[in-house]
């Protein structure tokens, strides 16, 4: 049985992906600052395949 509120990996990829950053100015500017802080990993990825 699954839990009440569970995230599904497809939307959270829609919403806070890497295309979905590209996809809109702001998303890249966000992106954007991460690369300047120097982070590792700049969008979320799902763990396999989403």
């Excluded at 009440?4 to 806070?16: A, D, I, N």
């Excluded at 590209?22 to 120097?38: I, W």
Aim: aromatic residues 2%; glycine residues 10%; hydrophobic residues 30%.
């Amino acid at each position: 049985m699954r839990r009440t509120l569970e995230g599904t990996k497809v939307k959270r990829q829609h919403v806070s992906g890497f295309r979905a950053r590209m996809s809109t100015p702001g998303g890249q500017e966000v992106l954007n600052r991460r690369r300047a802080k120097g982070r590792h990993k700049l969008a979320i990825t799902a763990k396999e395949r989403a």
